[in-house]
């Protein structure tokens, strides 16, 4: 296994050395004529298992830089995208990612789109100070590493546990939940880390956190510790959790007679949820995501983007369409393209504009300040009610 | 809800989980009982049932009564199909080898069914009205009632064959000494056959009702309620019919319990804590009886 694995990567690390070879030997020639364009690094998965993430966070991205080069780019100068293929691995992320550095010669990376990929990318970036913006990863980890900040690495999206900040607030302002369970997945780090946060914001507001649950994923039968959830008798039940996992306990938990509301986070942002738990079950539920497509304020973006692809965007364009927008914002105030004069500039965002809402950089842990959208399931419909900034 | 009533309702969730197993157990221990073969496929034989219902609802467009027929006939010609192939070739073989090819027909079954059915976990239609019976504040479902109704349809059915016809006078024989029942003139291969065909079959509607009562199957679905059935048929006394129903129902019950007044994480850790202990203190199972084996 372990052998196999290895020489995959020396395969990969070869393949690597010689395309650089070949695009290097082809580059010399431009190297004139890019003064007025400057060059952005897409790192994404455009093949293998995480492929739709990465081509569609890439789609998002593209249309983006097209609209700023069509209203006539930034202090006069084009932006261009390369892209580069990760195929969906941490080894090709990183061969991906010195290939944009070392022989494209980009400014900045936008990319890859999971969290793990990042995470393999971020010590050459860093290494060679190119900043990175991650449209989609949204593991604390990815920004900070041992509670301190990696000083070329950011992202445009916001992460876990601010979610379950916003869901506390929301239970105790909106909802005025006085008492909540918190049902979480104890194989996840995503679930716990939500879960977490949530009891202590709800209990800061306040409210109380009356019972803690964990059940594990794969779990088919939920309804012995729904009982017992029961009898707790809160206002509110939060579950943190993944669509497979969530749809039963919805559906387990209201054939208990479970009447109060049940929240939970972007986890829950599939439709297969509807699927098991049923409509009629899925009514007075409520989670938080990063952007609805019933919001008008998104519209513009929407249209724009079934326009050029024929198909509306799912969250992943939306993201990479914001981390586009975020960029040429900060290739604009850094009035340079001098890569560390572009991590000052994204590093200084303040009350941007992007296309799922209005985002500050945090500098302290390069988590922009962004709000999440509340939808409702209602009658197999889903309402937006309320855009909640995190604490 | 004060405890006594959760604790009633403890109850009702934990032998509707432990009917489904009492059903997995049943062709475990039936299998056991007259091969001495314990059949690790029998877990996936219960997750091929789950997926010919499910087809037999959304492609077929069946109601649940047919499609439980379906599943059940075809699961049961499957299982005759696997011990042709399989086991019936090393009849004469040491055991280990047999049990080691039941493993291999488990993975077999699990991973060509991958291939076929996409690992992604189906959504199982919604085949009957959400009914719930509130008995003051106890809620027991209509799944629940249909789980705990065909589970003791099944069971009748069963001691029925077993102890009133001449099939099942056979089987018991066979149990007994496969070599004896062969001199006293029966055909061992068709019992053993029939044996798979209904150990099978009872597998198969466990796969069909955990479909509808859970609303989600995939291809790997049978590891966890095979292991756990194998754990029932064990307590209970492996080789035992109503061993099996009882541990089967036992276990689901502790299941139950533990997840409702400890956590659904000891959950499994309880389950296999009681077959160590049934190992340790009492192999031969609730119903075992001490026999000396002869030299």
């Given at each position: 296994m372990f052998f196999t694995k290895k020489s995959l990567r020396l395969l990969g690390v070869l393949a690597g050395a010689a395309l650089a070879g070949t695009v290097l030997a082809g580059c010399g020639g431009q190297q004139a004529g890019s003064s007025d364009t400057i060059k952005i690094g897409a790192n994404f998965e455009m093949t293998g298992n995480v492929a739709n993430y990465g081509q569609a966070t890439l789609d998002g991205l593209n249309l983006a830089i097209e609209e700023i080069n069509a209203a006539g780019g930034i202090n006069g100068k084009k932006l261009e995208v390369i892209s580069a293929d990760n195929k969906s691995e941490a080894a090709e992320a990183v061969n991906a990612a010195t290939k944009l550095i070392s022989d494209d010669n980009v400014k900045v990376i936008v990319g890859p789109a999971v969290t793990a990929n990042v995470i393999?990318?971020?010590?050459?970036?860093?290494?060679?100070?190119i900043p990175v913006i991650a449209p989609d990863a949204t593991s604390p980890d990815v920004t900070v590493e041992n509670g301190q900040v990696k000083p070329f690495i950011f992202r445009s999206c916001f992460i876990d546990p601010q979610q379950g900040s916003v869901m506390a607030k929301f239970a105790s302002?909106?909802?005025?939940?006085?008492t909540a369970v918190v049902y979480v997945d104890n194989s996840s780090d995503y679930s716990k880390s939500l879960g977490k946060v949530f009891k202590e914001q709800f209990e800061k507001a306040g409210g109380q956190v009356v019972m803690e649950q964990a059940f594990l994923a794969k779990d088919q039968d939920f309804k012995a510790t729904l009982t017992s959830i029961k009898t707790a008798n809160a206002d509110v039940l939060f579950v943190p959790a993944y669509y497979e996992e969530v749809g039963k306990i919805v559906k387990q938990a209201r054939e208990l007679g479970i009447t109060s509301p049940i929240l939970g986070t972007d986890g829950w942002d599939d439709s297969k949820v509807a699927d098991i738990a049923g409509t009629e079950a899925l009514n007075n539920t409520y989670f938080s995501t990063h952007y609805s497509d019933k919001d008008e304020s998104v519209k513009p973006f929407?249209?724009?983007?079934t326009?050029?692809?024929g198909h509306a965007p799912n969250v992943f364009a939306a993201l990479g369409y914001d981390a586009g927008k975020m960029l040429a914002e900060a290739i604009k105030n850094a009035n340079s393209d001098d890569p560390e004069k572009i991590r000052d500039a994204i590093e200084g965002i303040k009350d941007l504009k992007v296309g799922t809402g209005i985002i500050t950089m945090d500098a302290k842990t390069h988590n922009p300040i962004k709000q999440a959208v509340i939808l409702q399931n209602k009658d197999g419909d889903r309402v937006m009610i309320a855009k909640i900034m995190p604490e | 809800m004060e405890l006594g009533q959760q604790f009633l309702q403890q109850m009702?969730?934990?032998i509707s989980?432990?009917?489904?197993y009492a059903l997995i157990a049943l062709g475990y221990t039936m299998i056991y009982g007259i091969i001495k073969l314990i059949n690790f496929a029998h877990g996936d034989i219960y997750m091929v049932g789950a997926y010919i219902g499910f087809f037999a609802i959304t492609q077929a467009g069946l109601g649940i009564v047919p499609a439980l027929l379906v599943s059940l006939v075809t699961t049961g010609l499957l299982g005759m199909l696997v011990e042709k192939l399989a086991y019936k070739p090393l009849r004469h073989a040491p055991r280990l080898s047999v049990l080691i090819t039941a493993i291999g027909v488990s993975f077999f079954l699990e991973y060509t069914s991958m291939y076929f059915v996409s690992p992604t976990p189906r959504t199982f239609p919604q085949v009957m009205d959400n009914v719930a019976v509130n008995i003051g504040g106890l809620v027991i479902n209509g799944q629940q009632m249909l789980i705990l109704g065909i589970t003791f349809v099944l069971m009748v059915i069963l001691t029925y064959i077993v102890k009133f016809t001449n099939t099942g006078k056979a089987m018991r024989a066979a149990s007994f000494d496969v070599e004896t029942a062969q001199l006293m003139g029966i055909n061992s291969d068709r019992i053993i056959s029939i044996t798979f065909c209904?150990?099978?079959a009872l597998a198969a509607v466990a796969g069909v009702l955990v479909g509808?009562?859970?609303?989600?199957i995939d291809p790997l679905m049978g590891i966890m309620p095979g292991l756990k059935a194998f754990v029932a048929a064990v307590l209970g006394g492996i080789g035992i019919l109503p061993g099996a129903v009882v541990g089967g129902i036992i276990l689901g019950v502790v299941e139950a319990l533990v997840s409702g007044f400890i956590s659904s994480t000891f959950r499994d850790a309880a389950a296999f804590a009681i077959l160590i202990l049934v190992l340790l203190v009492r192999p031969t199972g609730i119903f075992g009886k001490n026999t000396k084996e002869k030299v």
């Amino acid at each position: 296994m372990f052998f196999t694995k290895k020489s995959l990567r020396l395969l990969g690390v070869l393949a690597g050395a010689a395309l650089a070879g070949t695009v290097l030997a082809g580059c010399g020639g431009q190297q004139a004529g890019s003064s007025d364009t400057i060059k952005i690094g897409a790192n994404f998965e455009m093949t293998g298992n995480v492929a739709n993430y990465g081509q569609a966070t890439l789609d998002g991205l593209n249309l983006a830089i097209e609209e700023i080069n069509a209203a006539g780019g930034i202090n006069g100068k084009k932006l261009e995208v390369i892209s580069a293929d990760n195929k969906s691995e941490a080894a090709e992320a990183v061969n991906a990612a010195t290939k944009l550095i070392s022989d494209d010669n980009v400014k900045v990376i936008v990319g890859p789109a999971v969290t793990a990929n990042v995470i393999a990318e971020s010590q050459v970036a860093t290494d060679a100070k190119i900043p990175v913006i991650a449209p989609d990863a949204t593991s604390p980890d990815v920004t900070v590493e041992n509670g301190q900040v990696k000083p070329f690495i950011f992202r445009s999206c916001f992460i876990d546990p601010q979610q379950g900040s916003v869901m506390a607030k929301f239970a105790s302002e909106n909802l005025k939940a006085k008492t909540a369970v918190v049902y979480v997945d104890n194989s996840s780090d995503y679930s716990k880390s939500l879960g977490k946060v949530f009891k202590e914001q709800f209990e800061k507001a306040g409210g109380q956190v009356v019972m803690e649950q964990a059940f594990l994923a794969k779990d088919q039968d939920f309804k012995a510790t729904l009982t017992s959830i029961k009898t707790a008798n809160a206002d509110v039940l939060f579950v943190p959790a993944y669509y497979e996992e969530v749809g039963k306990i919805v559906k387990q938990a209201r054939e208990l007679g479970i009447t109060s509301p049940i929240l939970g986070t972007d986890g829950w942002d599939d439709s297969k949820v509807a699927d098991i738990a049923g409509t009629e079950a899925l009514n007075n539920t409520y989670f938080s995501t990063h952007y609805s497509d019933k919001d008008e304020s998104v519209k513009p973006f929407i249209d724009a983007f079934t326009k050029k692809y024929g198909h509306a965007p799912n969250v992943f364009a939306a993201l990479g369409y914001d981390a586009g927008k975020m960029l040429a914002e900060a290739i604009k105030n850094a009035n340079s393209d001098d890569p560390e004069k572009i991590r000052d500039a994204i590093e200084g965002i303040k009350d941007l504009k992007v296309g799922t809402g209005i985002i500050t950089m945090d500098a302290k842990t390069h988590n922009p300040i962004k709000q999440a959208v509340i939808l409702q399931n209602k009658d197999g419909d889903r309402v937006m009610i309320a855009k909640i900034m995190p604490e | 809800m004060e405890l006594g009533q959760q604790f009633l309702q403890q109850m009702v969730n934990g032998i509707s989980l432990g009917s489904i197993y009492a059903l997995i157990a049943l062709g475990y221990t039936m299998i056991y009982g007259i091969i001495k073969l314990i059949n690790f496929a029998h877990g996936d034989i219960y997750m091929v049932g789950a997926y010919i219902g499910f087809f037999a609802i959304t492609q077929a467009g069946l109601g649940i009564v047919p499609a439980l027929l379906v599943s059940l006939v075809t699961t049961g010609l499957l299982g005759m199909l696997v011990e042709k192939l399989a086991y019936k070739p090393l009849r004469h073989a040491p055991r280990l080898s047999v049990l080691i090819t039941a493993i291999g027909v488990s993975f077999f079954l699990e991973y060509t069914s991958m291939y076929f059915v996409s690992p992604t976990p189906r959504t199982f239609p919604q085949v009957m009205d959400n009914v719930a019976v509130n008995i003051g504040g106890l809620v027991i479902n209509g799944q629940q009632m249909l789980i705990l109704g065909i589970t003791f349809v099944l069971m009748v059915i069963l001691t029925y064959i077993v102890k009133f016809t001449n099939t099942g006078k056979a089987m018991r024989a066979a149990s007994f000494d496969v070599e004896t029942a062969q001199l006293m003139g029966i055909n061992s291969d068709r019992i053993i056959s029939i044996t798979f065909c209904i150990g099978s079959a009872l597998a198969a509607v466990a796969g069909v009702l955990v479909g509808i009562y859970y609303n989600s199957i995939d291809p790997l679905m049978g590891i966890m309620p095979g292991l756990k059935a194998f754990v029932a048929a064990v307590l209970g006394g492996i080789g035992i019919l109503p061993g099996a129903v009882v541990g089967g129902i036992i276990l689901g019950v502790v299941e139950a319990l533990v997840s409702g007044f400890i956590s659904s994480t000891f959950r499994d850790a309880a389950a296999f804590a009681i077959l160590i202990l049934v190992l340790l203190v009492r192999p031969t199972g609730i119903f075992g009886k001490n026999t000396k084996e002869k030299v």
